[in-house]
Every structure is written in C-alpha cells, then in structure tokens.
C-alpha cells in the first residue's frame, strides 16, 4: 500500500493518457462510426459495399496489427506523426469505430421497417427519415451496446503500452521493476484506476437503459 | 477440392513464415554440462527436494539476445540459460528436465514468493528493495548500462552529459529507464529492446540504452547497421533470484557458481554465448550477505 501512495504521481501520469486515449480515441470513433453506420443503410449499393468492407476488416483485425501498421509500419514508410501518441488516437479510432457502426447499425434495425416505409410515404426524403423518424427511435437502443464498445476501449488503451505510449499498463511495468518489493499492490492498484473508469460507464449504461426504454 | 486449395495455401505460409523467422545458429543449451548424478543433499534441504522430483523450474527472458532468446526449438538459449543449466546439473537434474518459464519485470518477485519458479536466471539487477522480498545469489556477471546507436554514431553522444537534444529509446519499466531518466527527459519506452532499433531506422530515436551485453547481442543480430559505445554510466550486478530465507539453497547456488568460475564451466558458458561477440571478463565475486 505505502508503495502505490508514495508513486500517485506516476499513477497519475499514467491515469491521464490511458484517460486521453479514451476520449480522443472515443470521440474520433464516434464520429467515424456513425458515418459508417450511415452508409451502410444508405439506399447506394456501392457505399453500402465499401462500409461493410472497412467494418468488416477492421472488426476482424487484431488491434495490436492496426497499432504497428500505423506506429511502424508507416513511420518505416517515410510517413510520420509528429508524436506517437497521434498514431495511437488514429489506430484506436479506427478499430473502435468498426465496432460503434455495428452498435449503431443493430439500433437502426431495431425500428420497425414499417416506420421508415410510412415516411417515404407521406414524401420525406432519405435524409428526413433518418433523421426525423428513425434516429429518435434507435438511438435509446444504441446507447447502452454503445458503452459497452467505450468500456472494451478503455480497456484496448492498454495495447498502446506496446508502441512507445506510457500509460496505466507502461506504468505499471515501470513501477513494479522500481519496487520489487510490492509488485502485487501496484498491480491492483494500475487494476483500480481502470475500474475507475469502467465501473461508472457501466452503472451509466444501466441507468441510461432505465431511462430510455423504448415505449411501445 | 477446396481443401486441397486452403491446405496448400496454408502449406505455403507456413513456407513463408519459416524462410523469414530469424535464424539463430545457437546451440541449445547445458548439453555439455555434466550432470551430478550422484548427489546427495541434506534431508528436507531444497535441493534434496528439487533432486528427488527431478525437475526444476527457472525464470529467464525469452527476449534478450546472448542471455535468454527463445531458439526455434522452442528452447531458450544464452549465457543465463547455461548458469541456470549449470545450477540444475548439480542438483542432479539433466538439460532436458528443466522447465524454463518466462519472467518479465512485472511477474519475477511474484512468481518466486509463491513458488510458480525455483530460480530466476534472467538479467536480473540484484538491489535492495527486491532483497525485502526475496534473496539473491551471486552476482554471476556484472554488466553497465551503455548506448547503441546507429552505425557511425551521427547524433555524437559520448555519455550521458552530451545527450542533447536527442530521444532516447529503452524499455518501459527496466532500470535502464529509470537510470537514463536521471540524466534527460527524452526518452521513449517499447515492450522490448529489439523494438526500439525501428524507431532508430527511422530517427524518431538517435540510441537505445541498456545495459551493454544487451546491446551487444542487439549488434550481433543486426549485421552493420548499429554500434555499441565503448562507455558504461552504472553498474548492473546480475544475480540469481530465489525464495527469500532459503539460505542453505543460496549457499548452494553461491557455491555452484564459485566453483564454476574455478573449474573453467562459467568461463566456457560465456564463451558458448555472450562471449562469440563480446571479450570474456573476469567473473565478479559472489556477495554472501
């Protein structure tokens, strides 16, 4: 215990990029994401082919690869962040967003397909419907799978431990070779800084769902 | 039909994987120590115990070039990988009887406090802190953390004062780290050693920094492209690490290691190793605290 007090600092340094990469990374896959998810319902066949492509690929790749091929593949290329910590918001965006789409999209389906006839119907366009009709209705079925893909992300930070970023995990490695003496401890403690992330996105997914049932 | 075709497309990335996995001319390790096979122990002692069950546990690194480097024989070979051998083959335990674990920095203290390993062999700084939790026996070499840059050394660093502005590359969480740390504040950190030679290529570092066998066998591996500075700033003794109170069993292994560095064993093991690319030093006297 005396171990994790007198190194907070360290933990601190730590907590706050695994913090960074969550909200950069987070906000940069949201965006993304639910530009996929667009159009993979769009009514253009060849859009829908290429968002499915990209969700597809990188649903199915494993995050480490994504990570080198933007931290080492490209630098090895000539193409260059001017810190390694851009690469790993972009790697992180990139992965996650393949997983919001899918939140996303499997909130869409969730609306009745009668709903979107009745609005073509009464003349809306495409981008009426979504945004009138269809959105208001899928986004209380997206939030809580949506947590959930912020809770894996906070967790997948750690592979950034790997490519030069020092976070929780480089923390951890640091502080446990400094004090041999209380390894244990300051892995719990490294345990303790995630959960306190974690455990209040999940209680905010509960209490979300709660709050949002859908009515029908 | 198809399967003819996924077999032989597996059969030919299998091909692909085996032509570009590092080869490694290293000779699996121990085969030439002999074994003490007629040992005898004091009852309830545990060598008596590690003797009996035939069968011993070591930590090593499977990462780290000339010391403990996981061979394609799924075997680790290097200077520690022999000193450990050596220990086991005089509690009358054969090479092939060894189970090597791979210990990081995060697992060492813990995997020997609750007995997941016997000893730990794996470049393993002896210091006062970890001397709470467990015990050392040795130190068996004493190695000093230096630089490796890229061939011709165009950034110019000497030492630790003429770093300048340049980024230097070790490892998250080693004593290098906190060592170098100490003298600039540009410094990034990998999971191991080798990666930090990308970042070099590409000049997003100008040197690694870790203790200098390391380095050397980081040389070694590399061909022309790198060199490591004739210049030490500390001073690492590697010790072998064991359950803390066990004295008769450091005794052991202090001996072991006394009467290796008599009888030419830990001379040749570093000649078997570490010593293809670097000079054989004098063995450091064991420290019976």
Redesign the interface.
Known sequence: MEAVLSNLDQYWLGFKVTLELLVVGGIGALLLGIVIALLRISPIASLRAVATGYTELLRNTPLTLVFFFML?VL??L?I?FPN?KIGAFIALALYTSAFVAEAIRSGINGVPVGQAEAARSVGLTFGQTVRLIIMPQAIRMVIPPLINVFIALTKNTSVA????I?ELV????????????A??PI?LGIAVCYLIITIPLGQLAGWMERKAMVQR | MKLTKIAAGAAALLMAAAMTACGGDATPGGTDTPVATDAKFAAGSTMEKLNKAQKITIGTKFDQPLFGLMGPDNKPVGFDVEIGTLVAAKLGIPADKIEWVET???????FIQNGQVDIVVATYTI?D??K???DFAGPYYVAGQSFLVAKGNPAGIKDVESLGDNTI?TV????S??NIKEHTDKV????KYS?CL??I????AQALTTDNVILAGLVDQNGDEFEVLDYTFTEEPYGIGLKKGDDDFRTFINDTLEESEKDGAWKKAWEDTAGKVLPTPEPPAVDRY
């Not at chain 1, 480089?170 to 003496?181: C, F, P, Q, T």
Request: charged content about 25%.
């Open positions: 080492i630098p090895s000539d260059k390694p431990a790997g490519f030069t020092v480089a923390i951890s490695k640091s502080l446990a070779n400094a004090n041999g003496n390894v244990v892995l | 990081v920095s995060q697992n060492r203290e813990p210091n802190k970890r709470e939790v467990i590359c998250t969480g080693s004593t780290e906190k990034i950190t990998v999971d990666d990308e970042p290529r590409t000049g997003q």
